[in-house]
């Protein structure tokens, strides 16, 4: 290769795409941020950084940016822009799962700290605050109308965090993020989302007043079943400080495949994002209208409860994917559904392409008691789909099709003098 022909190449090279600025908009964000071209090979696709160190020009002096790969690795620097740039946040630091996510958040607070708490979080959560956080030191109060008691709730000198799950898991309650920021912040305490449901694409917690929002990556915005991994965004420099200093020493870090494969899924999210919606709309509707369903849980329908909420938070009062109803038929003809579709896959999670479809009380939230459990409307006969980018048709026909068979075998129960 000519001399010549490097500067050429390299000058070539030297002029990159501008990159996306916050005016633009989110899918041309998700495409570029953090997308930067190779610059020694023009590569349009990062490589994978696998190399665990970094060479050094002399002691302490390492070649770029980059030393030991538990601290900063490229690759992940590369999903962390685009994390921050789709939920509008300066700074975003990835981790090994959500799990690891939360503990870390939790792990950031003093002995003695005090947390509320909605009560309805994510099973691993609450395993989380009241198993692990407690050995800790760090106390967790939950509240089922956190909107309304958040106030009383809060311990002078020793509340520090407000934990929000919005949309709630299985039964997709809303809480107003705005109305319960305002009163956290008037006492200085921290607001913290866990926007997992929605997906950046939907909600961005921190234009409402989170301080923080979280995600299990492994969800949505990874968006193919096969990678585990959370993320936290926030503004702050002082969180930045503290959750990078903690990312590093407690070191439960995503390896730089998995943070190459999340940015790769990130990038398609607000297709993704759009055509669930679509789909989990379609479902939605052709539940409620079947005399075979009890009641639907969806934020895009006009039934639902805070549907105000949903127009107000999310972008253009989408729905999201996830949705959960009440069979009628009690717990045997929910099982029977679940068994029934062809589509629709029975299994745990979410966010993937593909529509998943599960008994919550059964399985999920089996661990929770089940007055505790019905108390948050979570019944031995509730169902909950997460609908993938499949068409809408083909869903709504498999879940029709899969109702009519697991209420014959309810009728022919009531013919046998057992409804
Ligand atoms: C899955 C999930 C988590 C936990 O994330 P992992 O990546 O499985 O550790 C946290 N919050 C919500 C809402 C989730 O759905």
Same mark, same amino acid.
């Given at each position: 290769?000519?001399?010549?022909?490097?500067?050429?190449?390299?000058?070539?090279?030297?002029?990159?795409?501008? $990159?996306?600025?916050?005016?633009?908009?989110?899918?041309?964000?998700?495409?570029?941020?953090?997308?930067?071209?190779?610059?020694?090979?023009?590569?349009?696709?990062? @490589?994978?950084?696998?190399?665990?160190?970094?060479?050094?020009?002399?002691?302490?002096? @390492?070649?770029?940016?980059?030393?030991?790969?538990?601290?900063? %690795?490229?690759?992940?620097? %590369?999903?962390?822009?685009?994390?921050?740039?789709?939920?509008?946040?300066?700074?975003?630091?990835?981790?090994?799962?959500?799990?690891?996510?939360?503990?870390?958040?939790?792990?950031?607070?003093?002995?003695?700290?005090?947390?509320?708490?909605?009560?309805?979080?994510?099973?691993?959560?609450?395993?989380?605050?009241?198993? +692990?956080?407690?050995?800790?030191?760090?106390?967790?109060?939950?509240? $089922?109308?956190?909107?309304?008691?958040?106030?009383?709730?809060?311990?002078?000198?020793?509340?520090?965090?407000?934990?929000?799950?919005?949309?709630?898991?299985?039964?997709?309650?809303? +809480?107003?993020?705005?109305? +319960?920021?305002?009163?956290?912040?008037?006492?200085?305490?921290?607001?913290?989302?866990?926007?997992?449901?929605?997906?950046?694409?939907?909600?961005?917690? !921190?234009?409402?007043?989170?301080?923080?929002?979280?995600?299990?990556?492994?969800?949505?915005?990874?968006?193919?079943?096969?990678?585990?991994?959370?993320?936290?965004?926030?503004?702050?420099?002082? !969180?930045?400080?503290?959750?990078?200093?903690?990312?590093?020493?407690?070191?439960?870090?995503?390896?730089?495949?998995?943070?190459?494969?999340?940015?790769?899924? !990130?990038?398609?999210?607000?297709?993704?994002?759009?055509?669930?919606?679509?789909?989990?709309?379609?479902?939605?509707?052709?539940?409620?209208?079947?005399? !075979?369903?009890?009641?639907?849980?969806?934020?895009?329908?006009?039934?639902?409860?805070? *549907?105000?909420?949903?127009?107000?938070?999310? *972008?253009?009062?989408?729905?999201?994917?996830?949705?959960?109803?009440?069979?009628?038929?009690?717990?045997?003809?929910?099982?029977?559904?679940?068994?029934?579709?062809?589509?629709?896959?029975?299994?745990?999670?979410?966010?993937?392409?593909?529509?998943?479809?599960?008994?919550?009380?059964?399985?999920?939230?089996?661990?929770?008691?089940?007055?505790?459990?019905?108390?948050?409307? +979570?019944?031995?006969?509730?169902?909950?789909?997460?609908?993938?980018?499949?068409?809408? &048709?083909?869903?709504?026909? &498999?879940?029709?099709?899969?109702?009519?068979?697991?209420?014959?075998?309810?009728?022919?129960?009531?013919?046998?003098?057992?409804?």
């Amino acid at each position: 290769m000519s001399p010549s022909h490097l500067q050429n190449s390299n000058a070539a090279i030297d002029t990159p795409p501008r $990159p996306p600025t916050p005016e633009h908009r989110f899918g041309t964000l998700a495409v570029h941020s953090g997308a930067h071209h190779d610059p020694t090979t023009g590569a349009v696709i990062a @490589p994978i950084s696998l190399s665990t160190t970094f060479a050094q020009t002399g002691v302490g002096k @390492p070649v770029g940016a980059y030393e030991y790969t538990r601290s900063a %690795n490229p690759n992940r620097d %590369n999903f962390e822009q685009a994390v921050a740039a789709l939920e509008h946040a300066k700074y975003a630091l990835a981790f090994s799962s959500g799990s690891a996510t939360t503990a870390t958040i939790l792990q950031s607070l003093a002995a003695g700290s005090h947390v509320v708490s909605v009560s309805d979080v994510y099973g691993g959560t609450h395993r989380y605050f009241t198993k +692990v956080a407690a050995a800790h030191g760090v106390h967790v109060t939950f509240s $089922p109308c956190i909107e309304v008691d958040v106030e009383e709730l809060i311990r002078p000198n020793e509340t520090k965090l407000v934990w929000i799950e919005t949309p709630s898991n299985p039964t997709l309650g809303l +809480v107003d993020i705005r109305k +319960v920021a305002s009163i956290a912040h008037q006492h200085g305490i921290l607001v913290v989302v866990d926007n997992t449901f929605m997906s950046p694409y939907i909600q961005n917690p !921190l234009d409402h007043g989170a301080d923080i929002v979280v995600h299990s990556v492994t969800k949505y915005i990874n968006g193919h079943s096969d990678v585990l991994m959370g993320v936290a965004a926030f503004n702050s420099d002082a !969180l930045k400080e503290r959750l990078s200093f903690l990312q590093n020493a407690i070191g439960a870090v995503p390896s730089p495949f998995d943070c190459w494969l999340a940015h790769r899924g !990130l990038k398609t999210l607000h297709l993704r994002a759009r055509e669930a919606t679509r789909n989990a709309t379609t479902v939605a509707e052709a539940l409620e209208a079947s005399p !075979l369903v009890q009641s639907v849980n969806y934020p895009g329908l006009n039934s639902h409860p805070q *549907r105000a909420v949903a127009l107000k938070q999310h *972008r253009d009062g989408m729905g999201g994917g996830m949705l959960s109803f009440r069979i009628k038929g009690g717990q045997e003809a929910a099982e029977r559904f679940c068994q029934n579709t062809r589509i629709f896959t029975l299994a745990e999670s979410l966010g993937g392409i593909e529509s998943l479809v599960e008994v919550p009380s059964s399985m999920t939230h089996a661990g929770i008691p089940r007055e505790q459990r019905e108390a948050a409307g +979570v019944f031995d006969d509730l169902v909950r789909m997460s609908c993938g980018i499949e068409d809408a &048709d083909d869903l709504k026909a &498999d879940v029709l099709r899969a109702l009519e068979k697991s209420a014959i075998t309810s009728k022919s129960d009531a013919a046998n003098g057992q409804a």
